[in-house]
């Protein structure tokens, strides 16, 4: 069974997120075009990880909001304030939006068969056979049709994230959002997770991925932003911002990792 790309459009509209003092993000606003694949650079700490967890509402914003394809993500207008959704709303929302963590987050009492199923059978997206229909084609798709009946802890690091993107594509969500996808895994192992995400992107679905990888960012990336403190510093195509980086501050992160 395959299934139709679907994308959108994202949009951040001024997003200020504290914890205390901290301050992670200080006035965020960014727009990602439907089947754009967008890479965010930056240091530890400049609010990369939690701006995507305030796309899909994982992090509710102190200021801004967040539309996919113009509907609110997480809350909703009433009158001059936005009220928050009810959590079963937001999770509806979730449907539309795939994200693929550090870590896998893989179910590990579950098969590969049975992670890359349970969304869309628990949704009411598809029946239990045609979900596993579905992720029998997805995890042939990211390349481990030997592996459906394998655990987890029976896979290695580059193996799980293949599994969790398999994952995330299940719901044919409108954008996808990859958390330092490859940061967890052993150097041998990148290269087999990017592949499949290049493979993902040409499939036209919406990306947003947080990334250390400058080279999947110059090959991939339609538009590459760079954060700082909680702040886009300056965004373009790669050739724009890892070639000839307007600010200073680019020039010395990068100068830095390549």
Do not use: C
Not at 140 to 155: E, H, I, W
Not at 174 to 190: C, F, K, W, Y
Request: proline share 5%; hydrophobic share 45%.
């Amino acid at each position: 069974m395959t299934a139709p790309t679907r994308s959108a459009a994202v949009e951040v509209h001024d997003v200020h997120k504290w914890y205390g003092a901290n301050r992670v993000l200080r006035g965020v606003s960014l727009t990602v075009r439907p089947s754009e694949v967008m890479v965010i650079l930056g240091p530890s700490g400049s609010g990369k990880s939690t701006l995507l967890r305030v796309i899909n509402h994982l992090e509710k914003p102190e200021v801004g909001y967040v539309s996919l394809d113009g509907e609110l993500i997480g809350v909703r207008r009433q009158g001059e304030r936005l009220k928050e959704l009810s959590e079963r709303a937001i999770l509806g929302q979730r449907t539309r939006i795939g994200f693929v963590f550090q870590n896998f987050n893989l179910f590990p009492h579950m098969t590969v068969l049975a992670n890359v199923a349970a969304a869309p059978a628990a949704t009411g997206l598809l029946r239990k056979a045609e979900a596993e229909e579905l992720a029998r084609t997805l995890i042939a798709r990211v390349g481990l049709a030997d592996k459906t009946d394998a655990y987890p802890r029976q896979l290695s690091g580059g193996q799980q994230q293949r599994v969790a993107i398999a994952r995330a594509l299940a719901l044919r969500p409108e954008v996808i959002l990859l958390d330092e996808p490859t940061s967890a895994l052993d150097p041998e192992l990148v290269g087999e997770v990017l592949s499949v995400i290049k493979d993902v992107a040409r499939g036209g679905t919406t990306l947003v991925v947080v990334t250390h990888e400058i080279g999947f960012a110059r090959e991939v990336a339609d538009r590459v932003v760079f954060m700082d403190g909680g702040l886009i510093v300056e965004q373009g195509s790669p050739a724009e911002v890892l070639d000839n980086p307007r600010h200073q501050r680019t020039r010395e992160f990068l100068s830095k990792v390549l």
